[in-house]
C-alpha cells in the first residue's frame, strides 16, 4: 500500500460512522449494511485514482454506497414500489392544529419518527436523512444521488409531507387503539 | 405576500437554501408573524427531531477495524515511529482533547441558548402564553407551589419610579427535560421571558458568572444564584434586559429564593431533544 492508500484512508474513514447509519437506513438490515459499507470502501479505493482532488469527496463516498446498494437485490426491490418523481411543484399542506410536529413533541417519542423514517419509500429516506442527518446543502444532494437540483427540492418536500402524513396515521392508529 | 405563499418557502428557507432577497423578506415577515412564526418553529422542531432519530445504528468495533485492516491501514504501522514522536503525538492529543472539551461546551452552551430562544419564541406564538394571568407577584408566585420543584421570589414593582415593566403571568416549562418557571415581563412594548430552573438539573453547565449573549436575534442575559439559573430573553435591548435581571438579582426583591426539594412530586417531561 502506498501514499495513496494512505490518502484514501485519511480522508474515507472519518466517514465511517456516518456511512454505516446511513447504510443501515437503507438496507433496513445490520448484515447487509455491513456487506454495503464493505465494499463501498473496497471500490471507493479502487476507484480513488479517478477521484478528482478538490470535488466533494463525501458526495462521491456517499454515491458509491447509494450506488452499490441501489444495484443489490435489496436495492432493486426496495426501488420497484417507488413512484417517479415529477418536477411540478408542490402544494404544501395547510396549517393545522394537530400537526405531526406537534404530536411528535408531544410524545416526545423517538421510536416512533425511527419507525416512521424506516416505512419511507428509500428515495424519500435517503433524501430525508441527508438534508437532516448529513446537512448536506441542495447542490451536494444532487451530486450524491446523481440528479438535478430542482429534483432534489421536490422529493425533498415530498419526503416531508410524507413523512408529516405518517406521522399523522400514528395518531390516528393510536386514537382507535390500533 | 399572503402566508400561504411564505410557508411554501419555509421547508427551503430553514435549509438556508433561499435566495437571499428572498431569505431576507421572510425572515422579515417571521418576526412579524405570529402564524409563520409558529409553523417555523415547528418545522425547526421537526428537523431536529429527524436528526436526533437518524443517529440511529453504530459500527461494531471488530468490523471497522476490518474495514480499516482491508483499506490498508495496518496496526503495525506504528512500529517505526520513535518513542520522541509517540511523546509529541501524545501532548498533541492533550491539546487536541483540551480544544475538543472546549468546542463541545461552547455547542452545547449554543444548544441552551437555542432552548431558550425557542422557549420564549413558543410564548410569542401561543394564544394562551400565561397559565396565570396576573400581575401581582403575590398571585404568581404562589400558583408555582407543588409544580417545580423549588421556590423563588418575584421582584417587587411597585417601588419603580415608572411603570414601564408590568409582570404579565406566568407558566411551567421544561429545559433539558428539567421543570422551571417561565415569567413574562411586558417592558413597554417588548414581551421579556424570565425562565428559572435549578441548577444542578442542568445537564449543561454555565458557571456562576453573569453575562450576556445574543441567540437568534434575541438579547439573553444569564447567571446563577443560590442554586437557581436564571435567563432573562427578548428582542429588546441588552440594557434593558439588563435592567430587568438587575430586578431580579438586586434589592427589588424583598427576600431571596429559599430552595426547597418537592419531593414525591412527579414531573413528565415533554420537551424532545
Known sequence: ?178 | MACESWIAKLDVYLDGELEEGEMRSLDAHIHGCTLCAAEALKRVQMKRAVKVAGRHFTANPDFKRRVQSSIGMKTGRRNWRSWGLLAAFASILVVAGALIYSVVTQSGNKQVYSEIADLHVSMLASPTPVDVVSSDRHTVKPWFQGKIPFSFDLPELSNLSNNEITLVGGRMTYLEQAPGAHLVYKLRKHQVSVFIFREDSLRQKLGPRAFAIKSESFNVETWSRDGLRYFVIGDASAADLDRVASLFKSGALQSWVTKSVCRGTRHIPVYLS
Open chain 1, 1 to 178: 500500500m502506498g501514499p495513496q492508500s494512505d490518502s484514501f484512508e485519511e480522508l474515507a474513514m472519518p466517514l465511517f460512522d456516518q456511512l454505516y447509519n446511513f447504510a443501515n437506513w437503507l438496507t433496513r438490515n445490520r448484515e447487509e449494511a455491513e456487506d454495503l459499507v464493505q465494499e463501498t470502501y473496497t471500490k471507493a479505493l479502487k476507484g480513488f485514482t479517478s477521484f478528482q482532488p478538490g470535488t466533494n469527496f463525501r458526495a462521491w463516498m456517499y454515491r458509491i454506497l447509494r450506488n452499490t446498494f441501489l444495484t443489490s437485490r435489496t436495492g432493486l426491490k426496495a426501488t420497484m414500489t417507488v413512484p417517479l418523481d415529477s418536477e411540478e411543484g408542490d402544494s404544501e399542506l395547510a396549517i393545522e392544529p394537530d400537526t405531526p410536529e406537534t404530536i411528535l413533541i408531544g410524545r416526545s417519542n423517538v421510536e416512533h419518527l425511527q419507525k416512521a423514517i424506516e416505512e419511507l419509500p428509500v428515495y424519500y429516506r435517503e433524501i430525508l436523512l441527508l438534508c437532516e442527518l448529513e446537512e448536506m446543502s441542495y447542490q451536494e444532494m444532487a451530486e450524491t444521488l446523481t440528479i438535478p437540483l430542482g429534483t432534489v427540492m421536490s422529493r425533498l418536500s415530498r419526503a416531508r409531507r410524507t413523512l408529516r402524513n405518517s406521522l399523522s396515521g400514528i395518531k390516528k392508529g393510536a386514537k382507535y387503539g390500533l
